[in-house]
């Protein structure tokens, strides 16, 4: 996972460039690097380890004159985090420079060849070969067009290529494999990136490149060609329904608070999905036996889409985190997988969906970015239209999924006749109450909440408990934890607790409970009785639920009082408290919490 | 930029120390408020202040008499007859031309970093009206507010009687264009009712403040405060012409210049021990404990968690613990402050009327300006001695002679 850029442009491009890393920072921040053409014979680079800030004051980066270039910012996966393994890399003749997102998988047999033709190594990379191998076609056909594409043939793996050359100063050469890269299309420059953010604030018109293409782009055009055929291909030219204002942070002190307090318009946009588009992917769960499959956050949503088809869609669908798929799925032709991502780039799920398709399943997925490789890549799609998210932890493009799952159920539930129409109405009133129901939560309860977690940030160790769809509830909140605050969280139903976990509790492991509300009452009361295993050990427990008549039980520590609302909604808005509970305690911390250590915002590398 | 800074409240919960000075010439962490204020004013890019000023004022006048903040110049406005927040914003009008914009600032309140800085950010990117604002434990003593997604302000509501509200409150930090001043005549110089009203024009920004913030409202806060700040230091600084023999010196601890530590001394930091200030032999300095510019500590002393104010005494063999000393108090040798009381219940104390529960299980006394404590007193938790009181020496064997 890394964040390749490039500008071309008739002025100067350094802070542009710089600008356009900058904003891919999330992609991968632990080195960084710039190379400019500038009329010489040689491209020039500077690069260094450390995020973009610090790089581009400390090697100057603004101070490269020229109007051709292309930066990176870079994520490690082969080579250690040097100087030297920092991209761009150049060519021995230092006329060609190379930014590259992916990984190589045959470059240890180009680089042995190469080596022995007399080209010079200074990395570890996989990406060096890139760049050593368009220098030899170069040597032997005279054209830069052909040296590159001959060289992207010999390659195995994925990548995003972005390179630049001394010999035809007025062009970015870019192509891609698996791995994201786009064209944008501004007033006074043309750019290519890994996603629209590195450029929103100049343009929001941009140009998809498939796989196994190629692109030149210029400071006023650009042209998509076939690696394999050489035949130019046309593609058209789509505006980005978001504005720069949105891919900001506003105003907020993290994207992650922002993109909290975004969810009442994301739940709004989600429940106005065209009613068609849900009840056509709903027939088609009901027409094939159906898998949901996502990783990290979204298998957790798959997990609660599991409970809700259960409970109202009137059968029980596989819910396998994609990176296990392949080791479990057994499908044919009748068989659907509904992929959940918020990228439409991770790995894990991208090779879950091909692994289907091989099997013969039809294929569709939630996904919020549009164009995205698995948006392209499913028989069905509904796009989620919850604008960008920029924070490493997936919070409202989670409850979006959430939202839109549970559409599915309801309407399958329907379509099977388990439950009536009106019943199915009756739950869509109820989610229609959420997003005004999240913004009293946000502004009554935050002080609340962050004064729990300031409390507790002591705490190493915590348990989120929850039976039926709160499980799944409790899970995700575990994860969102662990992510921003670097502190241990386990997410288990609260009946698998007595089987072994209980030993650990003690006045040094905190509980978080989701409780169900008291209409359920079954699940209320036996909730309930693992509260009280937990207080007979002495532990501190938390409860999140519903304002509901009379007093919350006194059994527990703390509790997150929720206001007043249909008992369908519980579990949407308990997540709400949960994510300001994670937020809190990084923020007492002092956590990274947009980029948490060790993160990135899609996963795309295995 | 210009900054418009009130400092002319009367300030009175801040008894006995608001008896004889404004609540921003209170020392903490070896400044006073103000001065804390106006460097981050200056980090933030303000390079004029007009500080409004009124209770009390002759302290900041004489602060401000000579050109103390080269970078910042300070103008002083009178508050004179003009009442509230309102009335003293209207007080300053006349420094400022149309179409500036300018931070307005409570000056008895205190963030951990750069408030300014943040505000000003929130502002810039809309140049609308913008409040920081932040969270509190009680948030029933301040205007709360409601945030929507675009970061505007979309109700609020002041001191709301339903106690446990988890809001975010008004910060008393403010980045606003020159018209609020019509905005704020247009009602009357009514400032809450001038922000309802650029709140229903959906025109008031938020700036969210997420570090440590306190409003200075009562003695105890005088320690949170200096605490507070302290937090924030990593290093000791120990002036160069200060001599230690014999010194244990832990953490980030700052000796001034003309400070004499007699040997034998044990300074935990963070401390702070200012200019000219003498400290006896064997005295025992605990974490957050500031010691003003010309005081004497005798010898023997524990000091913890205290500030005392310039040119007090400090007994030999006393204890003062979690309490404020004011300036020139003078405290026998032998008093004890008792800072925890033996039934752990929360401490109130006796402000004006009221006796108010300050949440804390430790506080020692607080000890106006100019009061004098004869020697061998014991203190009560939370006890409030008024500028210039007298308690006389706990005499188990009186002579003839003295008292």
Same mark, same amino acid.
């Given at each position: 996972?890394?964040?390749?850029?490039?500008?071309?442009?008739?002025?100067?491009?350094?802070?542009?460039?710089?600008?356009?890393?900058?904003?891919?920072?999330?992609?991968?921040?632990?080195?960084?690097?710039?190379?400019?053409?500038?009329?010489?014979?040689?491209?020039?680079?500077?690069?260094?380890?450390?995020?973009?800030?610090?790089?581009?004051?400390?090697?100057?980066?603004?101070?490269?004159?020229?109007?051709?270039?292309?930066?990176?910012?870079?994520?490690?996966?082969?080579?250690?985090?040097?100087?030297?393994?920092?991209?761009?890399?150049?060519?021995?003749?230092?006329?060609?420079?190379?930014?590259?997102n992916g990984i190589i998988s045959n470059h240890e047999r180009l680089r042995s060849r190469l080596s022995r033709d007399g080209h010079n190594f200074v990395s570890d990379t996989d990406t060096e070969v890139i760049v050593h191998l368009v220098e030899d076609y170069f040597k032997k056909t005279n054209s830069v067009e052909k040296a590159f594409v001959a060289a992207i043939r010999e390659l195995e793996g994925t990548y995003a290529v972005a390179m630049i050359t001394s010999h035809e100063p007025d062009r970015i050469f870019c192509v891609r494999k698996e791995s994201p890269l786009i064209i944008g299309l501004g007033a006074d420059a043309n750019y290519v990136a890994s996603d629209f953010n590195a450029f929103i604030d100049h343009t929001k018109r941009v140009v998809f490149i498939e796989d196994d293409e190629y692109a030149q782009v210029t400071h006023d055009s650009h042209s998509i060609k076939s690696i394999s055929t050489g035949e130019p291909v046309a593609r058209d030219v789509l505006e980005l329904p978001w504005d720069s204002e949105m891919a900001?942070?506003?105003?907020?002190?993290?994207?992650?608070?922002?993109?909290?307090?975004?969810?009442?318009?994301?739940?709004?946009?989600?429940?106005?999905?065209?009613?068609?588009?849900?009840?056509?992917?709903?027939?088609?769960?009901?027409?094939?036996?159906l898998t949901i499959t996502g990783v990290g956050t979204t298998f957790y949503i798959s997990q609660f889409a599991q409970y809700m088809f259960s409970l109202y869609g009137g059968a029980t669908p596989l819910a396998l985190s994609s990176d296990e798929f392949r080791h479990l799925a057994q499908m044919g032709k009748e068989s659907l997988v509904l992929a959940v991502s918020q990228s439409g780039e991770t790995y894990d799920t991208l090779t879950a969906l091909r692994h289907a398709q091989k099997l013969g399943a039809s294929t569709a997925a939630i996904v919020n970015v549009m164009g995205s490789s698995m948006a392209r890549m499913v028989d069905s799609l509904i796009l989620q239209g919850s604008g960008p998210e920029i924070c490493v932890l997936s919070t409202k493009a989670a409850m979006s999924q959430m939202i839109i799952l549970t559409r599915i159920a309801l309407e399958a539930g329907v379509i099977r006749g388990v439950i009536s129409r009106k019943v199915a109405n009756a739950r869509i009133k109820d989610l229609r109450v959420i997003p005004e129901t999240i913004e009293r939560i946000l502004n009554e309860k935050s002080g609340f909440i962050h004064t729990i977690a300031k409390a507790q940030s002591h705490i190493n160790h915590w348990l989120f408990l929850g039976r039926e769809r709160y499980y799944p509830v409790a899970r995700e909140s575990a994860l969102k934890m662990k992510e921003v605050s670097y502190v241990h969280?386990?997410?288990?139903?609260?009946?698998?607790?007595?089987?072994?976990?209980?030993?650990?509790?003690?006045?040094?492991?905190?509980?978080?409970?989701?409780?169900?509300?008291?209409?359920?009452?079954?699940?209320?009361?036996?909730?309930? /009785?693992? #509260?009280?295993?937990?207080?007979?050990?002495?532990?501190?427990?938390?409860?999140?639920?519903?304002?509901?008549?009379?007093k919350p039980p006194a059994i527990f520590s703390d509790v997150i009082t929720l206001p007043k609302a249909p008992a369908f909604a519980a579990p949407y808005l308990q997540m709400v408290a949960a994510q300001l509970l994670s937020y809190f305690t990084a923020v007492t911390l002092k956590r990274n919490i947009d980029r948490p250590r060790s993160l990135a915002k899609s996963v795309t590398v295995a | 930029m210009k900054a418009l800074v009130l400092a002319g409240g009367q300030g009175s919960s801040m008894a006995p120390? /608001?008896?004889?000075?404004?609540?921003?010439?209170?020392?903490?962490?070896?400044?006073?408020?103000?001065?804390?204020?106006?460097?981050?004013?200056?980090?933030?890019?303000?390079?004029?202040?007009?500080?409004?000023?009124?209770?009390?004022?002759?302290?900041?006048?004489?602060?401000?008499?000579?050109?103390?903040?080269?970078?910042?110049? #300070?103008?002083?406005?009178?508050?004179?007859? %003009?009442?509230?927040?309102?009335?003293?914003?209207?007080?300053?009008?006349?420094?400022?031309?149309? @179409?500036?914009?300018?931070?307005?600032?409570?000056?008895?309140?205190?963030?951990?970093?750069?408030?300014?800085?943040?505000?000003?950010?929130?502002?810039?990117?809309?140049?609308?009206?913008? %409040?920081?604002?932040?969270?509190?434990?009680?948030?029933?003593?301040?205007?709360?507010?409601?945030? &929507?997604?675009?970061?505007?302000?979309?109700?609020?509501?002041?001191?709301?009687?339903?106690?446990?509200?988890?809001?975010?409150?008004?910060?008393?930090?403010?980045?606003?264009?020159?018209?609020?001043?019509?905005?704020?005549?247009?009602?009357?110089?009514?400032?809450?009712?001038?922000?309802?009203?650029?709140?229903?024009?959906?025109?008031?920004?938020?700036?969210?403040?997420?570090?440590?913030?306190?409003?200075?409202?009562?003695?105890?806060?005088?320690?949170?405060?200096?605490?507070?700040?302290?937090?924030?230091?990593?290093?000791? /600084?120990?002036?160069?012409? #200060?001599?230690?023999?014999?010194?244990?010196?832990?953490?980030?601890?700052?000796?001034?210049?003309?400070?004499?530590?007699?040997?034998?001394? #044990?300074?935990?930091?963070?401390?702070?021990?200012?200019? &000219? /200030?003498?400290?006896?032999?064997?005295?025992?300095?605990?974490?957050?404990?500031?010691?003003?510019?010309?005081?004497?500590?005798?010898?023997?002393?524990?000091?913890?968690?205290?500030?005392?104010?310039?040119?007090?005494?400090?007994?030999?063999?006393?204890?003062?613990?979690?309490?404020?000393?004011?300036?020139?108090?003078?405290?026998?040798?032998?008093?004890?402050?008792?800072?925890?009381?033996?039934? &752990?219940?929360?401490?109130?104390?006796?402000?004006?009327?009221?006796?108010?529960?300050?949440?804390?299980?430790?506080?020692?006394?607080?000890?106006?300006?100019?009061?004098?404590? @004869?020697?061998?007193?014991?203190?009560?938790?939370?006890?409030?001695? %008024?500028?210039?009181?007298?308690?006389?020496?706990?005499?188990?064997?009186?002579?003839? &002679?003295?008292?």
């Open positions: 996972m890394c964040g390749i850029a490039g500008v071309i442009s008739l002025g100067e491009v350094a802070e542009r460039l710089v600008k356009c890393i900058h904003n891919l920072e999330y992609r991968g921040y632990d080195s960084c690097g710039v190379a400019m053409v500038n009329g010489g014979p040689q491209v020039h680079v500077r690069k260094n380890i450390g995020a973009v800030g610090e790089v581009s004051e400390k090697e100057r980066f603004s101070t490269l004159s020229g109007h051709t270039g292309i930066a990176h910012t870079r994520w490690a996966t082969h080579g250690a985090v040097t100087k030297e393994n920092a991209h761009p890399h150049s060519s021995c003749g230092a006329d060609f420079s190379i930014t590259h900001q942070k506003g105003g907020f002190p993290h994207y992650m608070l922002k993109e909290i307090y975004e969810q009442p318009i994301v739940v709004n946009s989600a429940l106005d999905i065209d009613e068609e588009r849900i009840r056509d992917l709903a027939r088609q769960t009901v027409e094939k036996t969280a386990e997410g288990m139903p609260s009946g698998f607790l007595k089987h072994g976990t209980i030993a650990l509790i003690d006045e040094k492991m905190n509980s978080v409970v989701f409780m169900p509300p008291k209409e359920q009452k079954e699940l209320y009361d036996i909730s309930m /009785s693992s #509260v009280e295993e937990i207080r007979a050990r002495g532990g501190y427990i938390l409860g999140i639920m519903l304002e509901e008549k009379g | 120390f /608001s008896q004889t000075r404004p609540n921003p010439m209170i020392p903490v962490a070896g400044r006073y408020v103000i001065d804390h204020t106006i460097e981050a004013l200056r980090l933030a890019g303000v390079t004029i202040v007009n500080l409004v000023v009124g209770h009390k004022q002759e302290a900041l006048r004489q602060r401000f008499s000579g050109d103390i903040h080269s970078e910042v110049k #300070v103008n002083l406005v009178e508050q004179g007859k %003009a009442a509230g927040i309102g009335g003293a914003i209207l007080a300053a009008r006349s420094q400022f031309l149309p @179409g500036e914009h300018f931070l307005l600032v409570y000056a008895d309140t205190l963030a951990g970093a750069n408030i300014f800085s943040v505000t000003m950010q929130s502002f810039g990117i809309s140049n609308e009206p913008t %409040a920081a604002i932040c969270l509190t434990q009680s948030a029933e003593k301040y205007g709360n507010v409601y945030l &929507g997604a675009d970061m505007k302000i979309t109700k609020m509501v002041e001191k709301p009687k339903k106690a446990g509200l988890g809001n975010y409150v008004l910060a008393g930090v403010f980045a606003l264009p020159t018209t609020f001043f019509d905005e704020l005549e247009k009602a009357q110089a009514n400032m809450e009712k001038a922000l309802l009203t650029l709140i229903r024009q959906n025109s008031l920004r938020a700036a969210i403040w997420e570090d440590a913030w306190l409003d200075m409202a009562y003695p105890w806060d005088i320690l949170t405060a200096n605490k507070m700040i302290m937090d924030k230091w990593s290093m000791a /600084s120990i002036h160069n012409g #200060v001599e230690l023999h014999n010194t244990i010196i832990r953490g980030p601890v700052k000796i001034c210049q003309g400070a004499q530590i007699s040997p034998g001394v #044990v300074l935990e930091g963070p401390a702070y021990i200012g200019a &000219g /200030s003498f400290v006896g032999h064997n005295t025992l300095i605990r974490p957050y404990t500031c010691v003003g510019a010309g005081c004497v500590v005798g010898h023997g002393a524990e000091l913890k968690n205290s500030v005392i104010f310039d040119d007090s005494v400090i007994g030999g063999l006393c204890f003062i613990g979690d309490s404020v000393v004011g300036q020139g108090a003078n405290i026998g040798s032998g008093t004890m402050t008792i800072n925890r009381p033996l039934d &752990g219940k929360k401490i109130k104390v006796r402000i004006g009327k009221a006796m108010v529960d300050t949440g804390l299980d430790k506080i020692g006394a607080f000890v106006g300006d100019g009061a004098k404590v @004869g020697a061998s007193n014991i203190l009560a938790p939370g006890s409030v001695m %008024a500028a210039k009181a007298i308690i006389p020496h706990n005499l188990s064997y009186p002579s003839r &002679g003295g008292k």
